[in-house]
């Protein structure tokens, strides 16, 4: 609740600083307040569109508001940026995990099946993870390959 204090202050101050923002954002979606995460990381990435952990964050909130078809849209645009970057960010595989979750929901099979498969090559062997996506997959009718 400070830190949320601080970030509105800066917002007050700034209130084009997207830091903040994204920044409200975390400390909402720690405080489990959804729809004010998502309305905070909405208007972050609108202000900065290329910063891919912010668009990360959001679908994974957007799937938590039972907002699949938004999640699916952010989570694509996550993949996108950080499968892009030069070193691979820390939540890269997780993106493309909940990313083949959000398709499987949507009934969006060959997507799912391809986010799957990235997540297995990207993921450590001992992220704890793993089991649930090779089930996923065998749920999808294709066998993990590793």
């Known amino acids: ?9 800066t917002r007050e101050l700034r209130p084009t ?3 903040a923002i994204a920044g409200m ?5 720690q ?4 729809p004010e995460a ?3 990381y909405d208007e972050a990435v609108a202000a900065v569109p ?10 994974r909130l957007q799937l938590d508001a039972s907002r699949t078809a938004d999640s699916v849209r952010s989570l694509s645009r ?4 950080g499968d892009a970057e030069q070193h691979r960010p820390a939540w890269l595989a997780d993106a493309h995990r909940i990313l083949g979750d959000a398709m499987k929901l ?4 060959a997507g799912a099946i391809e986010h799957y498969r990235r997540y297995l090559e990207i993921a450590p062997r001992t992220a704890i993870d793993r089991e649930s996506v090779q089930e996923s997959l065998l749920d999808l009718g294709v066998a993990p390959s590793e």
Do not use: H, I, K, N
Not at 25 to 29: K, P, R
Not at 78 to 81: D, E, G, K, R, T
């Open 50 to 59: 290329t910063r891919g952990e912010w668009w990360y964050r959001l679908g």
């Open 106 to 109: 949507a009934g969006e099979r």
């Open 25 to 29: 954002g975390d400390c909402y979606d």
């Open 78 to 81: 996550a993949a996108v940026l």
């Open 38 to 40: 998502v309305r905070a």
């Open 31 to 34: 405080m489990r307040q959804v």
């Open 17 to 19: 600083r997207a830091e």
């Open 1 to 9: 609740r400070d830190a949320l204090s601080d970030f509105q202050r």
